[in-house]
């Protein structure tokens, strides 16, 4: 655990520090007071200490869980039961993901309340659900994904048409911030876990992918969101 820790450690100093350089010189050069600088400073230091404790937690236990899981749900023999884990477990892991959290708040913020924040982060959250449902279909039944990426992208692609304009972009957005440190590691570790326990099933060509399918999902709820809104 000690060495995990370190590694752990190194890798996000490595991820933050060059930003956090870069940043502080940028201060320096247009010349914002001292009083700017150090908050900044004392903001990296506790963004590097919560992404340490943060990446460990998700190592210690979001991915052997969500593999536990995922290995333990073929066993019971129901597809019904695969898919409503599936959902369930991907459904909670977007409502606690961070940056889901941000998006809302910059749209509350920008909106003056016109777009409800808990309504988007369900709507978000329900979209990732639903496609994750789906990717694990595909793993069972051995869809190609690139149908299932090509059927999804049209869908987002004739809904741009018929969308309110202020919903487009933050569809979008929201089909990215889904790709976070929460929801990433649970559905890759849910899907590796499934395909583990199916001797026929590749881990390469149906253990990956979920989370591409899944970012689809968002995009088309918050673009429903937009036609359905008054």
Known sequence: MIQDFKETFQEVVQAVLPLTISVLLIMLVI?????????????ALL?????????????????????SIGSELPKHNSLVFIVGVAFI????????????????????????????RDVLILSIAFGVGFFVSVSMLRIVYGVPI????????????????VTKPEYLAIAYDAGGVTTGPMTVPVILALGIGVVSVLGEKSGLSEGFGLIGLASIGPIISVMLMGVLAP
């Open 31 to 43: 010349g914002l007071n001292s009083g700017m600088i150090f908050s900044f400073f004392t903001g």
């Open 47 to 67: 963004v590097i200490t919560g992404m340490v404790f943060f990446l460990m937690g998700v190592k210690l236990g979001m991915l052997p869980i969500g593999e």
């Open 89 to 116: 477990l991907s459904f909670m892991a977007t409502i606690a993901e961070p940056d889901v959290r941000v998006l809302s708040s910059m749209i509350d913020s920008v909106s003056e309340n016109s777009i409800s």
């Open 146 to 161: 690139k149908y299932l990426l090509t059927v999804g992208y049209l869908v987002v692609i004739i809904l741009s048409f």
